[in-house]
């Protein structure tokens, strides 16, 4: 890692000193917990392809419950990842698409979705040799 990468880094985790740690301050943790979910990542790919309505996005998570994906998209609406767009159809149709914060986030979300799909192999051969050593 060099210096300017290790600085950043530093710099954004000072909030997070255990000796006067506030959860709420440290800006890595702050960032981490929402996109870190279970489904942001999923719905977060999804529209950084493109746009999509609610019902499209239920269809590419078919294992998200909808009061799962509606608050999920509100989070990350939220968090100013993606805006919401209600269009005056009947009945009501919402289309959803990334903001520019969510397409400066996705830019290095996509480095690690892409490690975590070339090396889960290695990892799952880990987790195997850790349970098998009797560690776990």
């Not at 149709?93 to 397409?103: A, D, H, N």
Request: proline fraction near 6%; hydrophobic fraction near 40%; charged fraction near 30%.
């Amino acid at each position: 890692m060099d210096q300017a990468v290790r600085s950043a880094v530093k710099a954004a985790t000072a909030d997070c000193d255990r000796n006067a740690w506030d959860a709420g301050n440290c800006p890595v943790r702050d960032v981490m917990n929402r996109i870190s979910g279970k489904w942001s990542t999923l719905l977060l790919e999804a529209l950084a392809e493109k746009p999509h309505r609610f019902g499209e996005l239920r269809r590419l998570v078919p294992d998200i419950s909808q009061r799962m994906l509606t608050q999920t998209l509100r989070d990350l609406q939220r968090d100013g990842y993606i805006e919401r767009e209600v269009f005056p159809t009947k009945p009501p149709s919402v289309e959803y698409r990334m903001t520019p914060l969510g397409r400066s986030l996705f830019g290095p979300l996509s480095k690690v979705l892409a490690w975590a799909a070339e090396n889960h192999d290695a990892v799952r051969a880990a987790r195997r040799s850790f349970d098998d050593a009797g560690l776990a």
